[in-house]
Nanobody, 124 residues
């Protein structure tokens, strides 16, 4: 699976952005998809994950109620809608994929495939 993230940019605090991650391969629907983020000097942290069919989602406490993860298996794309953005949301955002076999995960080591990252900058 190859992943291509896009949609990052500069936005003011309180604003919104939608990230997209386009995946190659016919087996996209068999993968759990997730978003992680990373700032300089910090570990890459979990943001959100979605099951293969989209029925199950999970979020980091820091984004719950503000971010929404979704997927369109027909378009082999996963999205992250980010609302009420805060300066602390500034980071490089990465999409990731893992086989559905063992369910969803918040641990980056469980994900086999990664996109190249897209930078989100939230100004105060």
């Amino acid at each position: 699976v190859q992943l291509q993230a896009s949609g990052g940019g500069l936005v003011q605090a309180g604003g919104s952005l939608r990230l997209s991650c386009a995946a190659s391969g016919r087996t996209f629907s068999m993968y759990v998809m997730a978003w992680f983020r990373q700032t300089p000097g910090k570990e890459r942290e979990f943001v959100a994950a979605i099951s293969w069919g989209g029925a199950s989602t999970s979020y980091a406490d820091s984004v719950k109620g503000r971010f929404t993860i979704s997927r369109d298996n027909a378009k082999t794309t996963v999205y992250l809608q980010m609302n009420s953005l805060k300066p602390e949301d500034t980071a490089v955002y990465y999409c990731a994929a893992k086989p559905q076999t063992y369910g969803s995960s918040r641990y980056r080591s469980d994900y086999n495939y990664w996109g190249q990252g897209t930078l989100v900058t939230v100004s105060s």
